[in-house]
């Protein structure tokens, strides 16, 4: 007999702000459902955004491991911007339903060595997106990984006030207040720049009560005629991107240009994450920059800089409407990943999920992205490889240890790729492997490789 909820209530409530009801929704929806799920397939997703950060659909890690489950996914990875809050729940959600789990952390920083160009933040010169990738536990406290992670979360708070310092004397009709519109809408106290956005529509509801008033509030800010505002209110994702691009984008009512001190240094950043033994990780967003026009040369620097691994969206440089836009992203997206396999880097991959309309996952099989499914296939691996070596038998991918034992880089990516490549783990095995200590369970984990 099922339980009192049904599937769908069980799955709306993996979203809930109250962690207990997640993991109750969870774990019913395995005892209830899990019997038909498939086996772990040939597709990965391993830059997944939570409601942590912002998830276009609301959904919370453990509703993305359970989607990704239910999907038949080979392996996940969450990625929230400037927050590791979510780690704990995607790691123990992917014990729970026998997935592939490893956690990252994505946000903005500064590269003086492109001051003067766009690399990956359109606009924006010297501004690229970077990431730590297999954060392995908790981090909190007075040292230098937890001051340095809730540094990157109050610099993200002091922007997203100051945003809306700019934003709310050019509107204010709908005027917003930090506190009170835009934190409700977060499960723990972490808004971004698409929090803030969805806040100003909401607040227009409010604020408007007939339809013709709020048409016309809008056309005007987003200075469309009335016809087109009409359209643009009947479909909320769309509207939210052009609310976003109208208020908070470059050109928009709020945009202040970043310049050197908005942002981290890119070296600080990438220093960070290899404090907490994690794995720097460059990104490239499709080669068209003049930053990312020559792929080796960025990767270089970002290399010297401490980075060990890059991080690509794929389905922005092939699926795409003009054939010759497609043509040339396609041939860029061929030379970076030739190029990181040249330098050794695994790959990292993802569709973020951060906007509506993202698929929920790459197909690997396409034509356009099956040249590369072994490339992305092992940086999965080698992820979830390093994220349990690091959990469990305190052996970093970037580690003295690792140094020591590999003659080159190639062994070691295979090494962190079999560990990869090991059945999910379960509880039971976690808790087994916890109780070795880090010297026994290198030994076993070894082991289960080889033998």
């Known amino acids: ?24 929704a969870l774990g019913t929806l395995l005892a209830e459902y899990g019997t038909g799920l498939p086996a772990g397939g040939t597709n990965v997703n391993m830059h997944l955004h939570s409601f942590f950060s912002y998830n276009a659909e609301g959904f919370s890690p453990s509703h993305l491991v359970w989607a990704c489950r239910e999907a038949g996914l080979y392996a996940a990875g969450l990625c929230d911007f400037d927050v590791l809050d979510g780690l704990e729940e995607f790691l123990a959600a992917g014990r729970t339903v026998g997935l592939r789990t490893s956690v990252n952390l994505e946000t903005r920083a500064f590269i003086r060595e492109f001051a003067d160009v ?31 992670l809730a540094g990157y979360r109050e610099r993200a708070k002091e922007r997203n006030l100051a945003l809306i310092e700019r934003i709310n004397p050019n509107i ?11 934190l409700p809408l977060t499960p723990a106290g972490v808004a971004t720049e698409r929090h803030i956005i969805r806040a100003y529509t909401d607040k227009a509801q409010d604020v408007f009560e007939h339809a013709a008033e709020i048409t016309k509030f809008w056309s005007q800010v987003l200075e469309k005629d009335f016809e087109e505002t009409v359209e643009v209110l009947a479909d909320r994702p769309s509207l939210e991107d052009d609310v976003r691009n109208r208020l908070a984008k470059r050109g928009g009512l709020g945009y202040l240009q970043p310049s050197e001190s908005t942002f981290p240094s890119v070296d600080d950043f990438l220093k960070w994450v290899a404090s907490c033994d994690a794995i720097p990780m460059a990104t490239w967003l499709d080669g068209t920059s ?28 092939w699926n795409l409407s003009d054939p010759e836009q497609r043509a040339v992203k396609m041939a860029n997206l061929k030379a970076i990943v030739e190029i990181a396999n040249d330098m050794n880097l695994p790959v990292n991959i993802g569709t973020e999920m951060n906007k509506r309309g993202l698929p929920f996952v790459d197909d690997l099989s396409v034509d356009a992205l099956s040249p590369y ?21 305190d052996f970093s991918y970037i580690g003295t240890a690792a140094e020591a034992e590999f003659a080159t880089v190639a062994e070691k990516n295979d090494f962190f790729e079999a560990v990869g490549a090991m059945q999910a783990l379960t509880e039971v095995q976690a808790a087994a492997l916890e109780d070795m200590g880090p010297e026994k369970a290198l030994a076993w984990i070894r082991d289960s490789i080889t033998g």
């Open 1 to 24: 007999m099922r339980g009192m909820n049904s599937k769908e209530e069980l799955i709306e409530q993996l979203d809930s702000f109250d962690l207990s009801e997640r993991k109750q």
């Open 118 to 148: 766009d690399i990956s933040s359109p606009g924006e010169p010297g501004v690229g997106y970077v990431m730590g990738a297999g954060f392995a536990a908790r981090i909190s406290g007075d040292g230098e990984q937890g001051i340095g």
């Open 172 to 182: 204010p009709d709908i005027a917003i207040d930090y506190e009170q519109d835009v």
């Open 290 to 317: 003049a930053g990312e026009k020559d792929g080796r040369a960025m990767l270089e620097c970002m290399c010297s800089k401490g980075a060990a691994a890059l991080n690509i969206i794929p389905d922005r440089n």
């Open 373 to 393: 499914a072994n490339t992305f296939m092992k940086g999965a691996r080698i992820m979830v490889g390093h994220t349990n070596l690091l959990r469990y038998a």
